[in-house]
């Protein structure tokens, strides 16, 4: 069936996303210790992964900030006061349905605009949502975050909501720079909502970076069949242990891939030999925890003035706050 109030925009390529790939993969697999960015975790297959890690027992961040959601969202439009919803990162599009209906009920909301690299799941997320709500114009767009921040799309006053934590996975360098961008982006009168993790037990954090029937531990892998598969690699993902641990001193989740014996892997399209020693780690991820104060004194050195905090008593919390005008 054909869906009428549905664009789709691309700023992102294929070619552009395998460009920025070679780049990557080149720098984090030459330097010490070796990396690789978190953007490679989200093909298709990695997107579902992740939709099964939102709903293991372990994985507490996705139903506490659902239940915020569930709470609060009718207080969040009315404060927002938003015609148009914009979201950074936004997967499946699943717990803004909540967030739709939400600013629906307020008899203002026009359009949502969500933005996210990994386009086949983007597309899927937009044509959905634009068929459950056909009152509400979706214009999705294939962007990177980190790149097209000045390109988002208008609204006389726009909601963006960057959730499930994703703030998280920035190093502190990509996350000042990152909300610097936006409060740039935005005029006075739109808002941001931003969905973080607090920092908690250390038991509870590894264990939702760990879960028990390894499907964290496929995920993480599945980054190796990204570059196999876009790079002409030939990583054996066996040959990698998933290992997540929290760093107290930087107050992250520490992610990564750790090889279990001494081999060498070609990447084909950089016409490079990766060695890997026995126990070495490719680092592939971090995932920051905040204290409420901290998240908050982040975004007002960005330019950002906390209107509302929900949950900063409990696992997770949600802030809305607005360009200091
Ligand atoms: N917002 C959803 C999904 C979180 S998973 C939720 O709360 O459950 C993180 C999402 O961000 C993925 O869909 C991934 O493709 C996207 N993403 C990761 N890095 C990105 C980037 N640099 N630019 C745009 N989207 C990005
Ligand atoms: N934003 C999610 C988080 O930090 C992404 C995520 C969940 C993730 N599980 C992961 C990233 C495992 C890497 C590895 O919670």
Not at 26 to 53: C, M, N, Q
Not at 122 to 129: C, G, P, S, T
Not at 151 to 174: C, D, K, W
């Amino acid at each position: 069936m054909p869906t009428t109030g549905l664009t789709v925009e691309v700023l992102l390529t294929p070619e552009d996303l395998r460009e920025s790939l070679l780049a990557d993969a080149r720098r984090g697999l030459t330097a010490r210790p070796k990396s690789l960015s978190p953007v490679w975790f989200y093909d298709e297959h990695g997107s579902a992964l992740f939709d099964e890690i939102t709903r293991l027992p372990e994985y507490y961040l996705t139903r506490a900030e659902r239940g915020l959601l569930e709470a609060h969202a009718a207080e969040i439009a009315a404060a927002a006061g938003a015609d148009t919803l914009v979201e950074l990162g936004s997967g499946t599009s699943d717990k803004t349905r909540l967030l739709l209906d939400a600013m629906t009920a307020t008899g203002r909301l026009h359009r949502y605009a969500p933005l996210d690299v990994s386009e086949d799941t983007l597309r899927a997320a937009a044509a959905a949502v634009a068929r459950e709500y056909p009152a509400v114009e979706v214009h999705a767009v294939v962007a990177d975050f980190h790149r097209h921040l000045d390109a988002l799309p208008g609204g006389r006053r726009r909601l963006v909501a960057f959730l499930g934590s994703t703030i998280g996975n920035l190093t502190p360098e990509q996350r000042r720079r990152f909300l610097f961008d936006l409060d740039c982006a935005l005029t006075c009168d739109d808002r941001l909502l931003l969905g973080v993790d607090l920092v908690k037990d250390p038991g509870r954090l590894v264990a939702a970076y760990d879960d028990a029937r390894g499907v964290t531990a496929a995920f993480n892998r599945n980054a190796l069949s990204v570059l196999n598969r876009m790079l002409d690699a030939s990583f054996d993902p066996g040959m990698f242990e998933h290992v997540a641990e929290w760093n107290a001193d930087d107050q992250w989740m520490d992610i990564r891939l750790r090889a279990t014996t001494e081999h060498v892997v070609k990447v084909g399209a950089l016409d490079l030999d990766v060695r890997f020693q026995r126990g070495e780690d490719l680092h592939t991820e971090i995932s920051a925890k905040f204290t409420p104060e901290r998240i908050v004194d982040e975004l007002a050195y960005a330019g950002f003035v906390s209107e509302g905090t929900w949950g900063g008593g409990g696992d997770f919390m949600l802030v809305l706050a607005r360009p200091y005008c």
